[in-house]
Structures are given as C-alpha cells and as structure tokens.
C-alpha cells in the first residue's frame, strides 16, 4: 500500500494545475482502494460550504455543486474533523440525499478531512456501491493520502492556483516579523541572468576566479542540505533525490577539476560554467539509457542554480529608484546590509521565522517585516501592496477603503514613532523614579556607524558576527581590532558588551561551513571558539587592544552550558590578555560575563556567580532551548511563545537567583525591546535591558508612564497564569489603561 501511496502522490505532484491533480487523485484512489467512487471537496470558509471539485462516479460536469458545513455526511466529516467509515450510510442519522450528486446508488461511505496545520481544507471520500466495511488498513490509507494532498493543497492555495474564498485573493497571511505599516510597490529580484545568456568573459587572475567558483560552489551544497532537509518529511521523493543528485554532482571531483581546468584557460568563472554544463549536458543528452539521458536537464538545472550562487556572492544594492517593499526567498542579513534603508519599506521572505537573525536585524533597522510568507513572487511583483508588520498579513492590489485605513493607521504610527522621539534623550526611567539601565543591541547590521544611539547607556550586546559574515576568510587581527575600536570608541565613557563568535545555528560562515543534523544543538558559539583556540584568541586579542586607553571594554560568552567552558574560556581570555598587555600595559582587564540562554545554566548560577563578572539572558535563544522548538522553523512558530509561562517563571528565577548571590544581571534577548515583554521584565525586578535601536524610544515612553510596584502586582498575576495568552492580555490590558496599546497593533490574543 506505501508503494500505491506514493505512486498517487507522485502523480498527483506531478500534474500541471489544482484540476489535473484532483482527477488524477480520485482516479488513482479508486483503482487503489478498489471501489467506483472517489470524490474531493474543498471547504470555502467564507460561504460555510464545501465543493465539489473533483469526482469519479458522482454526477458532475464541472458545475458548481456544493454541500453546506452543516449537511449531510460529508459535511459531518467537515464538523468533526475525524474520517466517518459507514457500510450503510443511508441508516445514518446524518445521511442526506442530494438529488443533483445522483449518489443514491452507494451505500457504503467513507469520508476524511483534508487538514493542513489545524486548517480542514476539505474531505476525501470513498463510496461503493455493495455495502462495504472498510477495514482500518484502509482507513489509515485514505487518512495518510488526505494528509498528503494536505500539503499539496496548501502549497498550490500559497501559489494561488486556487481559492475558494474570492474576498481573500490578493490578500496573504506571514509571520509578523518586525512591526510597522508599509505601502508601496512590491519588488521581486527577477533578474538573475539565464546560464544560456552567459557570455564569453575572460580572467586575468585566474586563482581570484577559482575562489569566487570555490564558494558559490560550497553556498550551493549548504543550499541543498538545507533543501534536502526541509523536504525529507514530505512524501514527494523526487524533489528529494534531485537534491541528493545536486549534492553528489557538486562533490564529484571531475566536475569540479573540469571547471578549474576551464578557468586556467583563461575564462571567467561563470563562462567557464557555462561551457563546462552544456558539456555535460550534451554527453548525457547522447547517452542510450533513458535515464542518463534524463539527467541531461538535471546538470543544467545545476548550472542555473550555481550561477545563481556565482551571482550572489556579491550582494550588490539592486538597482530600483523608489524604496520598495522587497520579496526574496530567504532574507539574510547581507541582503538587508546590502540594501540602503530608505530604498526599503517593508520585507517579505518566503522562508524563516520571527526569531531568525536577519528578522532581529530587520527589526533593529526598523523595517516592518513578514517571514515565512507562502506568496508566488512573479505574481505579485510590480503591483502596489501593504505590508502589516504587526499581524503579517499581506495585501497586493488592495481596495480603496482598505487602503485608506493602512494610510490612516500608517500615518498614527508615524505621529507616535514622533512622539516617543521627543523624549529620548530623557534617561530611561519609571514613572516612580525607579531608574532603568536601558542598553543598546548592535552589531547585526555591516553598519558600524552606531552613532545614532543617543539616548542609551552603552551597548549591552555587540554581536561579533556580522563581520565574519561578511568575509571570504576569518577577518585578520587587524581588520577585527579596527572594527572593535571604532564602536569602543563611540560609547568612551559608557560600558559596551562585546560578544565572542556565536557562529553556528543559523549563522553559517560561508568559507567555513558546517554541517550537522541539528545546527541550534550543534556545534555553536562557544564550542566552537574552545575548540579553534586559534580564531578565539585572535578575536580576544583584538577586542582587548581595540580597548587601549577607553577601559569600556566588557566580554561576553555565548551558548555557556556548563561550568567547564567558563572556565576554559577565562584561561584563554587571561593568555590573551597578558599577551597584549605585555606590549601595551594601557590595556585594562575587561569585566567577564556570560549570555544565559541555555536552560542548564539556570541550575548553575551559584557557581557562575563565583566566576563571572557579570550574566545577560538571551531570550531568544533561552525560549528556544526551554520550549524545544527551532526559532527560525516558520512551521512551528505558534509555540514559540515570548512569554509562555515557563519563561516568564525561568526569567523570575533569574532574576530571584542573580540578587541573592549579587550578580549584575541584563536581559539583551528580543523580549526586553518588545512592550509586553519590558513591562513583565520591570515587574520581576530587572533594572537592565538591551535592545534593538529602534526600540529604544518607544521602551523608554513605555516605561516613563508606567509605575513600577503596579508592574510588580501586574507580575504576581502574570506568574500565575497557566496561558501565555493570558499573561500576553493581562499586560496588554494594562497598556490600554494607559493609552498605551497603540504600541502593540496585534490586539488581544
Ligand atoms: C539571544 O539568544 O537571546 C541573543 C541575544 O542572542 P542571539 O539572538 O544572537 O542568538
Ligand atoms: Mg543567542
């Protein structure tokens, strides 16, 4: 049965559009489960019915035929979101006869609903005309091909091949990334040259060629592993193996010696792509097996996508006049570096999720984003569209009326984005006096000039990335002490947070990839850094020399599990120190601290506190460990909750633990720069926290209209709540006593 299982999906992926997979299916399910009836329908929410969209041995003709939710057997299937196995339907209590299926001549029935994440899509049924028990084995068949196409449906409703719901057709749903109202043209990056438009181009240096080749080439295999991975849960092999053909092929060393060969002659890289591929392709193309012969449009599909690679290895500002609101497949933080900030509005990235690196960097831009959006980018490009960073919903070509009310709300937003700036040199502060350490996150962004950040005690998280990111090597000694002099030396009498190299997990160097089954668990941050003491000491020695003369500097260790790797790494950041400060004693000892993000860490805060100088909890990742869900994984975004009682309670006990043994303690995750989340921190007890620069402002007016022993009554609440939805409304609540809701677009829960 798996085997017939797969055939049907095979084929049913294979076809041109939504219809021909739909006759293809109730077909094939016929011959498969050896009856004469298959029919589908497809659940139209806003008129509370389900159609008929495709049959083998109903009445229907292509006509509209519908059946309400609350009808009949079918629509019981719908109701109770369970398949309906009968042998006699008509002596069901449900059963209705619609005149126009002409379906009296079945007695047995068996019905399951198409359910695609918690969403009945429709129902599958079976019927026969002799009564007929169908045994559980089929059941569980026609359950397993009703998931199946689930995910069929849903990927082709994404594309917009079909919609029953004819209000919703211009409009998408996404995962609200970073806030804010943006209306404006959609852009799509279409441009990317045909492998067969590809010039012949020379080289004068051949090697430079060779490496530019070298690295599209390993982009490519990480490219392919991710894709190969994200499709292994789906039934659809061929996408799969086609993967695992593209892998192979980019690790074949004749492929590779036959391109390098191509460049020593002279040509540039992408030329000598060009000509090696339709080499390849050509041979395959002659072959006498069918199947090698197949493989002919594979090499070439190869090429494009390496192309692709070739292309982007330099992410160059692309060329629109007026700012836009950009769709690309996946947003990375060199795409959003690359770009400059008033070309763009808004982003919408049809992968990733709301706790994505380049979604925290959008978010510290500014910019209203949506992630893991399920749009055709063709479709929309080039059309006038409105971005809703607040709900993540998406609307291209939107009536007038709904177009009015995002300017209005567009030009609310504005009004209060200006009101909140009029303070911001104000330090930050509770409207009772209690004073709030309020520190800046930066670093994300290739941008060094952090200049803007007036108003801020000093930067409570420098990521160290970004610059490794942006490489094609490990940046020297040099090139690293120079970056790190420059932010130093912006906040000189103010305490900058400077984090080791948290590579791994979703931030994977190009020229030195890594490859794991579960890079969030992998090897990550400071595991890393202690087993390449060589690019740890490198880093360590720069941040301390970029400190001569400042005394500003503070080291931060990520991904701290255990007690060993604090105490391995303060063995290489003493080495490191007394090595420069041999040669330059104006370098002074900087303060040591470590990020809390991994859950062991919460047990361990006795010792810590004899160890470090200092602890700052990353929610991000905290919420990520706590809760066993990926942070960057759009399809389990829902349980990602920023205040899920478990860490509201583990963020108590941090705090509780960091006073009792006189730890100073900063929060520097997304939770502290997000309203709800300040406000619960400030009720626990936290004094100091670090957020995105375009949090600032409004954190600050936040907090200046809120009283502390109110938040910490607010908190006793909140700590009893069993629902992160509850504890999201009690502050919510709150915020709208105090007028201050309008921060916080997404409503109640
Ligand atoms: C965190 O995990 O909360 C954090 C601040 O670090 P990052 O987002 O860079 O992993
Ligand atoms: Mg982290």
Redesign the pocket.
Known sequence: MLIQLRDIVEQVSKADDIHQALDILVKDTCKAMQTECCTVYLANNEQSRLELMATQGLKFSGQTIHIPFSEGLVGLVRRSAEPLNLAYAQKHPNFKYFPELGENVYQSFLGTPIIHRRQILGVLVIQQRSPRSFSEVEESFLVTLAAQLAVILAHSQAQGQWQLNENQVHSYKGIAASSGIAIGQIWWDDTHPDLSQIAPASCLDTSKEQEWLALAVESAIADFRRMRKRFDSELNKDTLAIFELFIHLLHDPMLRADLNKQIEKGDRADWALRQVVELYAERFASMSDSYLRERANDIKELGQRLLYFLHNSEVRAPSFKNPVILVVRELTASILAAIPKDKLLAVISLEGAANS?AA?LSRALGIPAIMGAQLKPESVSNKLGIVDGYSGDIFVEPAAQLLAEYQSLANEEEELSDLVAQELSQPAATKDGQRVELMLNAGLSADTNIAVNQGVDGVG?Y?TEISFLLHNRFPSEEEQTQQYRTILATYPDKRVVMRTL?IGGDKALPYFPIEEDNPFLGWRGIRFTLDHPDIFLIQLRSMLKASTGLGNLNIML?MISGCQEIDESLMLIERAYQEVSFIDPNIQRPQIGI?L?VPSMLYLLPMVADKVDFVSV?????TQYLLAVDRNNSRVSEVYEHVHPSVVMALKHIYDMCQQYKLPVCI???LAGDPIGALLLIGMGYRSLSMNTSNVARIKYILRKSDSSELQDLLNKAIKQCYGSDIYNLVFDYLEQKDLAGFIRAGKK
Do not use: K, S
């Not at 990353?618 to 905290?622: I, Y």
């Open positions: 690196h925290i998280l990521r948290d990520p990020m993000e990353g929610t991000n990742d905290l520097c995750g997304e």
